[in-house]
Nanobody, 121 residues
Framework: QVQLVESGGGLVQAGESLRLSCAAS????????LGWYRQTSGKQRELVAG???????NYVNSVKGRFTISRDNAENTMYLQMTSLAPEDTAVYYC???????????????WGQGTQVTVSA
């Protein structure tokens, strides 16, 4: 089974930083990390930081200048460095990747289980 596992979330105070990690494991022929999403209870999942196939990052306006996305497809890892956190950043953060499990697998999108980030004022 292919898995994406997020880690690094937690409870922090406003202004502090967190670094989220996403580790892929299992039978993976190839992987392309697509980005980080977040979701608050009662709201739709939102793209926070995306990254193109060419490696160019893009961010939702509310996190520009504060968050940095990075990835290493060869090492099956993706990161989200979050600084100057604010209560509005409180959400469950999800990793998203496109994975081929074998040479015959055309590939599909996978989601992690999410990691909780809570920012107190």
């Amino acid at each position: 089974q292919v898995q994406l596992v997020e880690s690094g979330g937690g409870l922090v105070q406003a202004g502090e930083s967190l670094r989220l990690s996403c580790a892929a494991s299992g039978s993976i022929f190839s992987i392309n990390f697509l980005g980080w999403y977040r979701q608050t209870s009662g709201k739709q999942r939102e793209l926070v930081a995306g990254i193109t196939s060419g490696g160019k990052p893009n961010y939702v306006n509310s996190v520009k200048g504060r968050f940095t996305i990075s990835r290493d497809n060869a090492e099956n890892t993706m990161y989200l460095q979050m600084t100057s956190l604010a209560p509005e950043d409180t959400a469950v953060y999800y990793c998203n990747a496109y994975i081929r499990r074998s040479i015959r697998d055309p590939g599909s999108q996978f989601w992690g289980q999410g990691t909780q980030v809570t920012v107190s004022a």
